[in-house]
């Protein structure tokens, strides 16, 4: 069984800047999340979809994130003014369903630096 | 007060010792109480979860919830060095539309 899919693995940008990151679920997995993981923390949730509809999004900085998931597939995490703060890994996870938020299966992240 | 709280560490440990790593909470509607392990530039892999009190065995690894005490355990019996890692808690109240908090994560390095 493939895991969650994530790109790019590493970006480095400028402040001000805009930055885009792709995630693709198990297949079959209704729910996706992305969370946010600053160095020494542990992950924290930005937004939740259940198929294409949004769960949760009380954690997103939505003057500056937005976030789509139009198929109820795939899902786009944009960042655009990217802001010094904003370096961290960002990681996407999948679950079963909105039920199997206690198994949630993680991509590798991505790496954004900000600089 | 952060909703769960993790000693990050490190915790340093000899081949085949017994681990224990431990987490806190405060909030009491959690119910389910997961542990996963994150290795050096990957994403966190589920290692064990326990719906509300209790304990759970998978192989070297036991979960305890003692949800009177707001308290977590994880042990790692006979620890090897491939178990050095960082070990996060993560707790919910739910699992239909409940946010997962983390515990900042414990450091582990089991020394051959």
């Known amino acids: 069984e493939a895991g969650v899919a994530q790109s790019p693995r590493y970006k480095i940008i400028e402040k001000r800047q805009s930055v885009a990151f792709w995630c693709n679920p198990i297949?079959?997995?209704?729910?996706l999340y992305w969370y946010q993981q600053i160095l020494g923390q542990g992950p924290k949730l930005l937004i939740q979809?259940?198929?294409?509809?949004?769960?949760?999004d009380s954690q997103l900085p939505k003057d500056r994130f937005s976030a789509e998931r139009l198929k109820g597939v795939d899902s786009t995490l944009k960042i655009q003014p990217a802001k010094l703060e904003d370096s961290a890994v960002y990681l996407c996870?999948?679950?079963?369903?909105?039920?199997?938020?206690?198994?949630?299966?993680f991509g590798p992240g991505t790496r954004l630096t900000v600089l | 007060q952060k909703e769960v709280e993790q000693d990050p560490g490190p915790l340093s440990v000899p081949e085949g010792a017994i681990v224990s790593l431990n987490c806190t909470y405060s909030?009491?509607?959690?119910?389910?109480f997961m542990w996963y392990r994150q290795y050096s530039r990957k994403g966190p892999e589920l290692l064990m979860y326990?719906?509300?009190?209790g304990n759970k065995e998978d192989g070297r690894f036991t979960a305890q919830v003692d949800k009177s005490s707001k308290y977590i355990s994880l042990f790692i019996r006979d620890s090897q060095p491939s178990d050095s890692a960082t070990y996060l808690c993560?707790?919910?109240?739910?699992?239909?539309?409940?946010?997962?908090?983390f515990g900042a994560g414990t450091r582990l390095f089991v020394k051959a």
């Open positions: 996870a999948s679950s079963l369903g909105n039920l199997g938020g206690h198994e949630q299966f």
């Open positions: 297949s079959g997995h209704a729910t």
């Open positions: 979809f259940q198929n294409n509809g949004v769960v949760d």
């Open positions: 909030n009491s509607a959690f119910q389910y």
């Open positions: 326990t719906y509300s009190s």
């Open positions: 993560a707790m919910s109240a739910g699992t239909g539309g409940f946010k997962t908090i």
